[in-house]
């Protein structure tokens, strides 16, 4: 069964109905229209890939007025013109005018179906072209969506950044981003962890499952990446990540989901938004050894 349809158009029922029928017995898919008005009302119900019609049919529009019919509403259907050997030339102006192929009088069903194998194949491939090209448009749009999303993510973070500027609390510097994060990925539990001298100390806390339940945590030196420790926390989803710049680990950032979730680490997103953070906890680290260093000054001097 051959199941895209063919629209037979002629006006001579002893040539269609016969035609329809050899057709629909050796399995393609046939419909008929007894003119180009009555195929051009079809036409705009539906999309054939491939239409057979006669060029001459008094009374109405003839075969080169569908075919441009045609080509104007549904740009996708090949046209295959049936002519007798006294029109040739009129066949092949319709070729001209974008016809897909021609069958001349008296012709066998053999001729005619290998010309609708060729245009069946033919609209088939121009159907393949046309959902790759819509799936590449889509793509595009979706990829720029994304592109558009993550400039406006990267602004919006840079403010935040700018903001923690002169903060001299951790937890009041971190609350920006924590709330961002909260909004943006959802996570049902968070831990902000302050590295310390002996080992980690909780600066912001959100869930009262025990989030240590794991075992016990690395230590801040030891820490590198969440991949290579596999910590989950107790929970179905468990993310351990590190908030580090250069070889010196400030904080560090659990997230716990409840259920499986689609949260990936390596969100451009989210690494960009543990970047931040650490660049926060930098600035501040920095400006509190810039300040003990002119402490130190100051008391030389006295």
């Not at 319709?94 to 060729?118: N, S």
């Not at 993510?153 to 403010?159: S, V």
């Not at 510097?173 to 909780?202: H, K």
């Amino acid at each position: 069964m051959i199941p895209d349809p063919i629209l037979i158009v002629d006006d001579e029922p002893d040539l269609r109905i016969p035609l329809r029928d050899a057709l629909t017995a050796d399995g393609y898919t046939v419909e008929e229209a007894g003119g180009a008005e009555a195929a051009l009302a079809l036409i705009e119900r539906k999309h054939y890939p491939v239409i057979v019609t006669d060029l001459h049919m008094p009374g109405g529009p003839s075969g080169l007025d569908l075919i441009a019919a045609v080509k104007g509403r549904d740009p996708r259907t090949l046209c295959v013109v049936i002519t007798g050997y006294a029109s040739l030339d009129v066949a092949v102006e319709a070729i001209k005018r974008g016809a897909y192929d021609f069958v001349q009088k008296p012709f066998k069903l053999v001729e005619i179906e290998a010309v609708l194998d060729r245009a069946l194949e033919h609209a088939r491939l121009l159907s393949q072209l046309e959902a790759y090209r819509r799936d590449l448009e889509a793509r595009v749009e979706s990829r720029v969506k994304m592109l558009k999303t993550f400039h406006e993510e990267a602004l919006f973070l840079n403010t935040l950044l700018t903001s923690a500027q002169g903060e001299v609390d951790e937890a009041r510097l971190v609350a920006p981003f924590i709330r961002y994060l909260a909004t943006r990925f959802a996570p049902d539990a968070y831990v902000v962890l302050l590295s310390t001298s002996t080992g980690w100390d909780i600066l912001l806390r959100k869930g009262e499952r025990p989030w240590a339940a794991a075992g016990d945590l690395p230590k801040p030196e030891d820490f590198h990446t969440v991949l290579e420790w596999g910590w989950t926390g107790g929970y179905p989803d468990g993310y351990l990540i590190p908030l580090r710049q250069g070889e010196l680990s400030m904080a560090a950032l659990f997230l716990g989901f409840e259920k499986r979730s689609a949260f990936d680490p390596q969100d451009p997103s989210f690494v960009l938004l543990t970047a931040q953070m650490a660049a926060a906890f930098h600035g501040l680290h920095c400006a509190r050894i810039h300040a003990a260093a002119e402490v130190r000054k100051a008391l030389g001097r006295s």
